[in-house]
């Protein structure tokens, strides 16, 4: 069964503290590795998805890294309006659903 | 806008009663998924529809859940006789190929509230 794990739970920043969030994950024949950020209330926002382990892609603060079994979200310089849930999720096998792990809270304070 | 819409945002229901879902997704978008959000919980896979094909329904977590998309477009969940453990956040997403390994776009989701 496929699963996807990620840590810390919870993390509370600093404006301007880099920090990284990890995605492990469990899949069979891995087809992508999506993150998503997600507002309280609101739907999750597609951010990167990634294909194959060494594979990097940016977007603004945020970068996403792929090896054969994790997945890390480095945050540089975070902005309070970077607090947010942060979710990962893998599409493995024949299978059409996606894994979500149960995500991070990040709390970036003034 | 052109984004994934799903109404109502929020629906109460007394336990027992039967809820409908809606989802309007992408315009173009072939496949289509609903996934069930437990508060705390990433979301969890309840089905997937290929156009008007439901191809896979494994995540329904009993049989008074039933999906259908019948002209490859709007989507409806319905829930019969709701319980408890049905309150959840229901969140549709919709993709443009029909394959995982494109990128899902979720709609705002549904906060079902049972009583």
């Known amino acids: 069964e496929d699963q996807v794990t990620q840590s810390p739970e919870a993390l509370r920043l600093q404006e301007g503290e880099s920090s990284s969030l990890n995605c492990s994950y469990t899949?069979?024949?891995?087809?992508?590795l999506f993150w998503y950020r997600q507002d309280p209330g609101k739907g999750p926002e597609f951010l990167f998805t990634?294909?194959?382990a060494g594979e990097e892609k940016e977007k603004e603060r945020l970068k996403a890294t792929l090896t054969k079994k994790e997945s890390f979200l480095h945050i540089t310089a975070p902005k309070p309006e970077d607090s947010a849930t942060y979710l990962c999720?893998?599409?493995?096998?024949?299978?059409?659903?996606?894994?979500f792990g149960k995500g991070t809270l990040l709390t970036v304070n003034p | 806008g052109a984004g994934v819409s799903q109404s109502p945002r929020y629906k109460v229901a007394k336990r027992g009663q039967d809820v409908a879902l809606r989802c309007d997704p992408i315009?173009?978008?072939?496949?289509l998924f609903w996934y069930q959000q437990a508060l705390g919980q990433g979301p969890e896979f309840l089905t997937y529809f290929q156009n008007e094909a439901q191809l896979d329904k494994s995540g329904l977590p009993s049989d008074r859940f039933f999906a259908e998309r019948p002209e490859g477009s709007v989507s409806t969940l319905k829930i019969q006789r709701t319980q408890q453990e049905d309150s959840a956040v229901y969140l549709c997403?919709?993709?443009?190929?029909?394959?995982?390994?494109?990128?899902?776009?979720f709609g705002p989701g549904t906060r079902l509230t049972v009583t």
């Open positions: 990634l294909y194959s």
């Open positions: 997403a919709s993709s443009l190929e029909p394959t995982t390994a494109y990128e899902q776009y």
């Open positions: 899949v069979s024949g891995l087809r992508g």
């Open positions: 315009s173009g978008h072939v496949s």
């Open positions: 999720a893998a599409a493995g096998g024949s299978n059409y659903k996606l894994t």
